[in-house]
Every structure is written in structure tokens, then in C-alpha cells.
């Protein structure tokens, strides 16, 4: 089979050593064997989001995580501050809203983030206000926020701060105790090298005090449940173990690699691919660059669809824009197993994509 270039921000590429162990014969999960290797799992995990927390993994995509997020800390009727500055954004308002709970939102212009003092304005209006969710890297436009300031301001008020990592975790920092993070998700096809299917949580002690008083209706993604029993190395229900062995591998592989050095490569290819970008004449779109993936505005007379589709027939993947951004950019993932050999090729074949769309490259 022709390699293919999988370029997306989720799912991106599963490094061999990862299939391979995804592999093995299934185990059982109430045996010391899989038991042991959950929780050497739990151990390095922490160190990927900086946390003393447990880390609760659940099978579901990222989406369930961020559900659990809303059901597991409110109350029908409660308010949260929203953060919308995308498709990501929008999803935390849309599940805020299913469940009853009122919707502050902050609009941010798409590639743009929120500034801290627009949340800390936001909080003081509504000390009503339980919880402000917000993205690490808001994926849809490749747009990194400034979760640390944010967190500077949340961490005076009795709201929790939840942060969907799910894109950015492992490739842009992100310290989830030292900045004052309550909740952290994260999800397996993107920075973690994964396939899709399993999706991560780590819950503060603050929020941990919320979640007591918390009435919306909760079951398979009932956290409590999960952190009873994952210092056992147990989960409540069947755990897909297979990507769980997966899992175990991309854990100690980025160990092995050291969580800094995994977080310089992103920022290192990322630079790379932003710096060929504009000599290529190209520019970025994003005001605020997340190193997880880069978002590409399209050039004046092109069709940011026949770009990707283009791509395509080249064998390199690539997304296109979401939302009002459709055909207007398009996105290059560099996370994860992704490297810089992949995008050097990406990038060669995005100029023949250009110059055969009729653009004048550089
Ligand atoms: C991928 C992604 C999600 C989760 O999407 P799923 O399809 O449910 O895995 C959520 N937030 C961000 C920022 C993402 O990049």
C-alpha cells in the first residue's frame, strides 16, 4: 500500500510499536496482568498533564469527556461561562445547553483567543457563574489560548476552570496543577498517537467539591465511579483494552522521549512549517499559532477545497476549514508521530498542488 500522509488534527498517525501492541492477544481486565499495566499507565500519564490528579480514562471519543465534564460538576439551571472562538467552543455550549445549564458566552472572533481580563469581566457580572470552559488549542482554527492567565483569574473565584486539551496536549505546554487547570481532557487520536476511541480526564480537588453538589443525570461517564477504583488500575465497566495496551505504549513512549522534549518537537516542526509557509508566500491564519497543528489561509482565487482534494490524489491528507471557514483555510497537523520528514514531503506536494491550481509560489 502507497504510504499515506495523514496530516489531520485527529485522528494522525499510529506509529508502528503501537499497532504492534495493539496486537497482542486480548487479556482479561479483572487480572493482575492487564490490572498492572493500567496502573503504570495511571502513573505516567499524570506526567503528561502535569497533575497529581488521577487521570480517568473512558471509551468514548473526546466528546464524551467533555460531556462528563458538564454532567459530573452542574446543576440544571446552573450558569457557565462559555468560551466560543470555534467549532470546539461551540460544542462546550451546545452540551451546557442540552443539560439546561445557562450559557455565558464569550465570543472570540475565529483565530483570535480570549484575553483573560474578558473572563475575569465575565465572572464578576455573573458570580452566579460554576464553571468557565475553555480549549487548549481550538482546534477549528488552529488557535492556541493563554490558559495560564486564564487560570490566574478563575483561581480566585469559586468557579472551576475546565480546559479541552484534547488537541493540544502533548504538543503545545500545558501544566494542568501549576496553572490552576480543575478539570483537563484529553482524547487519544491526536497528540497521543492513538486511534480514536478512548478519551482522558483529570478532575482537581475543587472540582472534585463541585461535582459533590452536581444534579445532572450521570451514569456511564459518572466519575466517581472511575476514580473509586482506578488507583486499583480498575475501571467500571469493560475498558477497550486493546487501545488500553496501545496506550501503554504511547505513554512510555513519550516518556522515553521526555515530556519536554516531545513538547519542543511540536514547537520545533510547527516553526518549521509556519517558516516554509511564508516563504512559500502563504500565511497563516491563526493570530495566536498553537504548535499542534497550523491553519493556512487560503490565496485570494483558490478554492480551499480543490486544495485538500488536490492534496488527496497526492496521497496527503490534509482538513479543510470547519464552519464559516469552510473552503477559506485549510489545516496541516503536526502532532504526535507526525514528523518532520512527513511535512517536508507535505509541504513539497502542497507547492505542486498550488502551481497546478494556477498559484504563483514562491
Ligand atoms: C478532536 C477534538 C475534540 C473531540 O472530538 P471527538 O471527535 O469527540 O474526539 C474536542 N475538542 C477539540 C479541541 C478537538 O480537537
Known amino acids: 500500500m502507497k504510504k499515506q500522509y495523514l496530516l489531520t488534527p485527529g485522528p494522525a498517525p499510529v506509529p508502528e510499536e503501537i499497532m504492534k501492541a495493539m496486537s497482542e492477544p486480548i487479556i482479561h481486565h479483572r487480572t493482575s496482568q492487564y490490572r498492572d499495566i493500567v496502573w503504570k499507565i495511571n502513573q505516567d500519564i499524570k506526567k503528561i498533564f502535569r497533575t497529581d490528579a488521577n487521570v480517568l480514562t473512558f471509551t468514548s471519543s473526546g466528546t464524551g469527556a467533555m460531556e462528563a465534564s458538564v454532567t459530573n460538576t452542574l446543576s440544571k439551571g ?13 460544542r462546550f455550549s451546545e452540551i451546557c445547553r442540552a443539560f439546561g445549564v445557562e450559557v455565558v458566552p464569550i465570543d472570540v472572533e475565529w483565530g483570535t483567543r480570549p484575553h483573560h481580563a474578558a473572563i475575569e469581566k465575565a465572572l464578576k457580572e455573573h458570580p452566579e457563574a460554576k464553571a468557565v470552559f475553555i480549549q487548549l488549542c481550538e482546534t477549528s482554527t ?3 489560548y493563554d490558559v495560564k492567565s486564564i487560570g490566574s483569574v478563575v483561581k480566585n473565584t ?14 503545545d505546554e500545558f501544566f494542568m496543577d501549576e496553572w490552576g487547570v480543575d478539570i483537563a481532557i484529553g ?8 486511534p480514536p476511541g478512548l478519551a482522558f480526564l483529570a478532575v482537581s480537588g475543587k472540582a472534585w467539591k ?7 443525570p ?6 466517581k465511579r472511575y476514580e473509586k477504583v482506578v488507583t486499583e488500575g480498575d475501571s467500571p465497566w469493560t475498558p477497550a483494552i486493546t487501545l488500553v495496551l496501545g496506550l501503554g505504549k504511547a505513554v512510555s513512549m513519550i516518556l522515553d522521549e521526555g515530556v519536554d522534549k516531545f513538547v519542543a518537537r511540536h514547537a520545533a516542526d510547527a516553526a518549521f512549517v509556519r517558516q516554509s509557509l511564508s516563504g512559500m508566500g502563504l500565511e497563516v491564519f491563526s493570530k495566536y499559532p498553537s504548535d499542534a497543528l497550523t491553519a493556512i489561509k487560503v490565496p485570494q482565487g483558490l478554492d480551499g477545497k480543490k486544495i485538500v482534494d488536490t492534496m488527496k490524489t497526492k496521497s496527503v491528507i490534509f482538513a479543510g476549514g470547519q464552519g464559516h471557514l469552510k473552503g477559506k483555510i485549510f489545516r496541516i497537523a503536526h502532532m504526535g508521530a507526525i514528523t518532520r520528514e512527513d511535512l517536508e514531503h507535505a509541504l513539497e506536494k502542497l507547492k505542486e498542488t498550488l502551481a497546478e491550481l494556477g498559484h504563483k509560489v514562491k
Open 78 to 90: 446552573d450558569t457557565a461561562i462559555v468560551v466560543r472562538g470555534g467549532k470546539f467552543g461551540e
Open 158 to 171: 469559586r468557579a472551576i476552570l475546565v480546559v479541552d486539551a484534547i488537541s493540544g496536549l502533548g504538543a
Open 187 to 194: 482524547g487519544s487520536q491526536k497528540g497521543f498517537m492513538l
Open 218 to 223: 450521570k451514569f456511564y461517564f459518572d466519575l
Open 210 to 216: 463541585l461535582a459533590a453538589a452536581s444534579k445532572l
Open 142 to 144: 488552529a488557535t492556541l
